[in-house]
């Protein structure tokens, strides 16, 4: 059965930075494009970056220049690394394969994870 599961949320000041970390089980990990995407309450989810099997990335505007987004196929994990961070990052972020190689909306993900909750202090 394929799992994501996402951790390293929590609660930082603005400014500050957290990295989010993916496992994947019960999937040919190497095989699948990795992304973050993130909500909140009454909204869309959100895009926030896709990464290839290749490490080929990309990146919403809002959070190009912050966010790093890597994966170690050989672990099969993918990570976030947010810093200057803000108030308006605050969501829940969650980690999602997908079977397209180009992959920035919700429907091209095929599996998800629970979700990990970030919250950013002004």
């Known amino acids: 059965q394929v799992q994501l599961v996402e951790s390293g949320g929590g609660l930082v000041q603005a400014g500050g930075s957290l990295r989010l970390s993916c496992a994947a089980s019960?999937?040919?990990?190497?095989?699948?494009?990795e992304g973050w995407f993130r909500q909140v309450p009454g909204k869309e989810r959100e895009f926030v970056a896709t990464?290839?099997?290749?490490?080929?990335?990309d990146y919403a505007d809002s959070v190009k220049g912050r966010f790093t987004i890597s994966r170690d196929n050989a672990k099969n994990m993918v990570y976030l690394q947010m810093n200057s961070l803000k108030p308006e990052d605050t969501a829940v972020y969650y980690c999602?394969?997908?079977?397209?190689?180009?992959?920035?909306?919700?429907?091209?993900?095929?599996?998800w994870g629970q979700g990990t909750q970030v919250t950013v202090s002004s």
């Open positions: 999602a394969a997908s079977s397209f190689l180009l992959a920035t909306t919700p429907n091209r993900y095929d599996y």
């Open positions: 019960g999937l040919a990990f190497s095989k699948y494009t």
């Open positions: 990464i290839r099997w290749s490490s080929v990335t």
